[in-house]
């Protein structure tokens, strides 16, 4: 048992409410009083530093050809030493899908003993598996996969393409089920290669064709389109993400070293109104643990593994310090949001009696500065004092302890109206 003393927590309004702070793997007890205990903990004194929940990324792209458990450890450590202790695999590139209950076992196995970050799965389709692809994707739903993914078209030659029509059948089939979803690509039936457009279109197209099944958007960076998303999730069960990557060069004139695209810049006044509001659901490092071939469309690039150490602090510093985005709001979209989006909350992504004790302590008086890609130096306000994984420290000092993540699955349901509290 642990006991921390003088931790300053965030709460809904601007102000830092002084805490004790009593766990285990999980958290114990909250209180702006003394903790009284039967046995003596281990007291630490955070002395006034920021206490914070660990960092939960939707999306990841971590396996890859070659040797999957050198991937995951190097990614997830990489997270680890960042404040992001959940990430969930969605794996674009993997030679070894997830179609089925045995496929998901054994990227369990994988995950148990390598990975430094807790980790949650989604699940693929195989429509070559016709007519029992529905029947397959509703098991791995049952086994506590977060979601199924759809990619539209697919970049890899493990995971067959999957036509609009034929996700229109899915849909009907598993329409009395509440399976969630996530559609990553295009609308390349008419347009034929990947621009802003023909992502937009590919969105129009799904929502088009859902019952009401959760929709979720892994990687937006287009204004109009987050403005449209933003406006018909009113009345469709749809969320969608942008890329850290992406908004530190719009904001902060980093160069992420992606090669992704982004159409913000004319916008960042409007963007900035959305984070000021509470208007943009999550944040996720889309981080790719290899470069993909040549030939990849851009709808599936992602952001170097490296980005992920000063990822969360670059949110805290450019967005709460500079642009005084409430921290409340950089919570939600660091880790709150994601943990209600994929059915993990109130077991990640809160700081609560009963939720794991997953922590990434921020110390406002001592600055980071770090180093792009593109070799240009930026400093950050406030650096992580230590990361923390179900009680345990995890990272501290610039040292990262032996993997002890593990497998999560979902446990509650991320449809809209089972939650009592919306992500916006």
Request: with cysteine; aromatic share 10%; net charge negative.
């Amino acid at each position: 048992m642990k006991l921390f003393i003088n931790a300053s927590l965030p709460t809904a309004s601007a102000a830092l409410k002084r805490v004790n702070l009593l766990f285990d793997e999980t958290i114990v007890k909250i209180s702006a009083d003394d903790i009284a205990t039967e046995e003596s903990p281990e007291i630490i004194d955070l002395k006034g530093k920021i206490l914070l929940p660990g960092g939960i990324d939707a999306h990841s792209h971590i396996i890859h050809d070659g040797e999957p458990a050198k991937s995951i450890a190097k990614v997830s450590k990489s997270a680890l030493a960042g404040g992001w202790t959940t990430l969930c695999e969605l794996s674009y590139f993997s030679p070894a899908p997830i179609f089925d209950f045995h496929d998901l076992e054994r990227t369990i196995q994988r995950l148990n003993g390598t990975s430094h970050v807790d980790m949650a799965l989604w699940g693929n389709v195989d429509i070559g598996d016709y007519p029992y692809h529905a029947e397959t994707a509703q098991e791995l739903w049952a086994k506590g996969v977060v979601g199924i993914a759809l990619l539209t078209p697919s970049p890899n030659p493990a995971i067959p393409d999957i036509s609009f029509t034929e996700i229109m059948d899915l849909f009907m089939d598993i329409y009395e089920s509440d399976t969630a979803f996530a559609f990553q690509g295009f609308d390349y039936e008419n347009h034929g290669s990947f621009d802003f457009a023909s992502q937009l279109d590919g969105v129009k197209k799904i929502l088009r064709r859902m019952q009401e099944n959760p929709i979720h958007i892994p990687r937006v960076a287009s204004y109009p389109s987050i403005e449209f998303i933003n406006t018909i999730s009113k009345r469709s069960d749809i969320s969608f993400a942008m890329c850290i990557g992406d908004l530190m060069k719009v904001f902060g004139g980093i160069d992420p070293g992606s090669g992704l695209s982004a159409d913000l810049e004319e916008h960042q006044e409007l963007l900035f109104e959305l984070f000021r509001t509470n208007k943009i659901y999550m944040l996720s490092n889309s981080v790719s643990a290899a470069a993909a071939a040549p030939e990849t469309t851009e709808a599936f690039l992602g952001t170097h593994h490296s980005l992920m150490r000063h990822s969360y602090l670059w949110v805290l510093s450019e967005l709460w310090k500079n642009r005084k985005v409430p921290l409340a709001t950089c919570i939600k979209m660091t880790s709150e949001n994601a943990a209600k989006r994929l059915g993990l909350y109130p077991v990640k992504g809160a700081i609560e009696v009963g939720s794991d004790a997953d922590f990434m302590i921020y110390d406002p008086e001592v600055n980071t500065t770090f180093k792009a890609p593109d070799g240009s130096k930026h400093e950050l306000t406030g650096s992580i004092d230590s990361v923390w994984l179900r009680g345990k420290e995890v990272f501290s000092d610039g040292k990262t302890a032996p993997p002890s993540g593990k497998h999560i699955s979902r446990h509650t349901n991320p449809k809209r109206r089972y939650n009592n509290t919306t992500w916006i």
